[in-house]
């Protein structure tokens, strides 16, 4: 029998407690029930989510876009929950801004070297490649996730 979402969710945690970066992603498309599967899993382990895009462009509000590139990872920083050892995130779409400058991955596992990152990327598996937008879009992203902790629930195939 296939073990829930939340059950995945939680062996994925589990599997990454001892390794150097601690950043488990739920991929899937957008309004598939990854936010629903991790309001669930906070319940369940009594945690908080944070909307990153609310949280981080309230930060960015009155920064030049200079400002706003230079000071994005000290401000994501601020984002995350102080004393937790697990962090869950959804709507980090703001990260992806490209007047922002940053590499969205980068900065979750840079974050997730001190603590348990959970979050939800819209986007997809191709084989070991995970991938954000669409060719062409110009927020377009991809990378290599054979060295990253996946939970796929648009197949419900996990690595």
């Not at 949280?55 to 876009?65: P, V, Y």
């Amino acid at each position: 029998m296939e073990a829930s979402i939340q059950e995945q969710i939680h062996r994925a945690v589990k599997s990454v407690e001892s390794l150097y970066n601690r950043l488990v992603l739920v991929v899937g498309n957008p309004c598939i029930g990854k936010t629903l599967e991790l309001e669930i899993y906070c319940k369940s382990q009594n945690l908080k989510m944070t909307n990153v895009n609310l949280e981080l462009s309230r930060q960015l509000l009155g920064l030049t876009n200079k400002q706003r590139s230079l000071q994005v990872p000290k401000l994501f920083e601020n984002v995350l929950s102080v004393g937790s050892k697990t962090d869950v995130l959804y709507n980090i779409e703001i990260l992806f801004d490209v007047s922002l400058k940053q590499d969205p991955l980068r900065l979750l596992q840079n974050s997730s070297r001190n603590k348990t990152i959970i979050a939800s990327w819209n986007g997809s598996m191709s084989g070991t490649k995970l991938i954000y937008a669409e060719p062409g879009h110009p927020e377009y992203q991809e990378y290599n996730a054979s060295d990253l902790f996946v939970l796929n629930i648009d197949s419900e195939n996990s690595k």
